[in-house]
């Protein structure tokens, strides 16, 4: 199926970079004469509410449940917003899309060829790009950021047993993480770009990858 | 993997009265003394809610309408059936996964992806698809109520706006197709016409001839006597021989 529009996806783990990259992409796209519309785990109008508030609850269930709970969340968001928005030409940026949804379960334990065909009718990613940060450099933004004690049992995966620290369980299941979105990243012809560097260096580098999709869409802002 | 416990499921149209059976059928085996549980559509907890939200707002659409009714059915898979077939035990099913291939594909969605999606159920040792005249199970469900709700009626499909039309013609293409799962052979069509006796006394004539419970551990009847003594209130008196000591 083809769009007028154009579907750029962003994956990778908490505390990427990969909000704060989304919508830098959305502000220079606009910029540009292009429309925009950002879509995420978690924020349809049919979901959103509940996962959010229900946070603890849903970590508890069983990886399917939890799975097809993530699929319904998408696929309001793809049929209300996402086609819809397509078709009018606009370029959507997926914070986070079903890689994410695929790998946190698969590092449970879950079935990912099964989770992957709850997203077989999903429009296919115009391009993709996978954002990546060591561990630790993930773990001293969390510090930085004051947000240490908000760090939860399933997103350090305390629940893999890994390590009875959150600290050092936290390190252990990023690693493992990284070296599964890389590997995902790799297979669908991703984009990996590394957050190590300044704000400035990533965002250019994303905006390298993006930039031939919608070449023919920019409408620069000094005119031609 | 070898195949534990005995899985039942019961299909049919609404007001076709597989849940009234299903029960008795229940009540029936927990009467010999069986290891049985007895689960409904829809009724997971936390998913129920979200259903919820999508029904009253009116914003489920067909592929959102199958993944949430998966994510419940999965839900009671993980917490109920399946740990409880892994013992040997009898789950019964008010309806199973051929209640989403008539639903939503009644919607159009594409039967592979419905089997796709419920891949890890497995198909059941018996499932009964109690059949009756759609004109019978329609009369039963519209008589007296003032109005059907929206998603029951399939009024989001837009066939029409009068929403017992629109019921008829959603129950008409969820009939063809139980109809096709019968000739395929994944259902067993069973005779719903007939008073609640008649039809339960056919469900243990086919229950008899499809399952074999020998296998099934039965209960002791000290668990059980203890069972109901321990849901009940003691009176002290007449377990000490009337002395009180």
Redesign the interface.
Known sequence: MTHAGKLIVIEGPDHVGRTLHARLLSARLKANGIATHIIGLARSELMGEIVKSRTADIHQLNWRTRSLLYATDLHDQIKHEAEPLLDAGFVVIADRYTLTPRIREEVRGGDGDWIESLYANTPDPDAMIVLHAGPRRLLNRIMFGERLEALNHFESGMDLALSTSITSSFLQYQKILRQEFQKAGKKSSATLIPTRHTVEEVHDKIWDSVRPVVENMLQPIDGN | MAKNGILIAVEGMDGSGKSTQAKLLYHWLRAKGLPVFHTEWNS?K??K??TK??KN?Q???P??FH??H??DF??R???QIEPVLEIGGIVICDRYKYTAMARDGSRDVPRE?IE??Y??AREPDLTLYFDVPVDVSFDRIAKGRPRLKFYEAGMDMGWTTDPFESYRIFQGKVSEIYSRLVEEGRIIRLDAEGTVAEVQSRVRTTFDKHIDLSSVQVIDQSDRLAQNLSESDIDWLSYSGGDGK
């Open positions: 997971s936390i998913v809610e979200a939200k999508g707002t914003r489920l659409l592929m959102t993944m949430i998966a994510a999965a839900d898979w993980t917490q992806v796709e999606t891949s890890f």
